[in-house]
T-cell receptor, first 112, second 112 residues
Framework: NAGVTQTPKFRVLKTGQSMTLLCAQDMNHEYMYWYRQDPGMGLRLIHYSVGEGTTAKGEVPDGYNVSRLKKQNFLLGLESAAPSQTSVYFC???????????FGPGTRLTVT | EDQVTQSPEALRLQEGESSSLNCSYTVSGLRGLFWYRQDPGKGPEFLFTLYSAGEEKEKERLKATLTKKESFLHITAPKPEDSATYLCAVQALTDSWGKFQFGAGTQVVVTP
């Protein structure tokens, strides 16, 4: 039981490049989330999904897109990376609306 | 607007020196308050969920308590392995999709 996994662990992009971050969970959770974590700002929600085929915007969605084609996977895309998107990205999942969220190990992204 | 404030920002303890971390929150009806531990370079690890004022949860040297306005995480006789950043998050009853509002965290360093 791997829990929540994320790939890649590290990535460096040039401004304007695109990339996709992959999150996978093996706990059969309905809810999945993408956060970014920046020093002094805590975790901020980018996008979330309440089930396969559904996605919605969180508090900082600009510049990101997501897809959830399979229940176990949640993809985060950056179409045209900007230096402001340099951050650590975490994926999380939860069983139900009111239950705790389980986090992946994170992806450290640097945009130069 | 929901707000979560953690204090202090950083705490340095001697091994065995007990202390408490504070998480004060403003939310329109609390569904749950969650405590996490985060080690450097890793994702947050779930510790506790508290749902109502007066509730307490314990795990090894950690004890979390909840009032109507704040939560405390008490660390009793800490050891160096308790060094980490501790995050709290709240979930409001009005949220229909499980949004967590995170605090910025308290960084705890326990020296031998």
């Amino acid at each position: 039981n791997a829990g929540v996994t994320q790939t890649p662990k590290f990535r460096v992009l040039k401004t304007g490049q695109s990339m996709t971050l992959l999150c996978a969970q093996d706990m059969n959770h309905e809810y999945m989330y993408w956060y970014r974590q920046d020093p002094g700002m805590g975790l901020r929600l980018i996008h979330y999904s309440v089930g396969e085929g559904t996605t919605a915007k969180g508090e900082v969605p600009d510049g990101y897109n997501v897809s959830r084609l399979k229940k176990q996977n949640f993809l985060l895309g950056l179409e045209s990376a900007a230096p402001s998107q340099t951050s650590v990205y975490f994926c999380a999942s939860s069983y139900s609306l009111a239950s705790e969220q389980y986090f992946g190990p994170g992806t450290r992204l640097t945009v130069t | 607007e929901d707000q979560v404030t953690q204090s202090p920002e950083a705490l340095r303890l001697q091994e065995g020196e007990s202390s408490s971390l504070n998480c004060s929150y403003t939310v329109s009806g609390l569904r749950g308050l969650f405590w996490y531990r985060q080690d450097p370079g890793k994702g947050p690890e779930f510790l506790f969920t508290l749902y109502s004022a007066g509730e307490e949860k314990e795990k090894e040297r950690l004890k979390a308590t909840l009032t109507k306005k704040e939560s405390f995480l008490h660390i009793t006789a800490p050891k160096p392995e308790d060094s980490a950043t501790y995050l709290c998050a709240v979930q409001a009853l009005t949220d229909s999709w499980g949004k967590f509002q995170f605090g910025a965290g308290t960084q705890v360093v326990v020296t031998p």
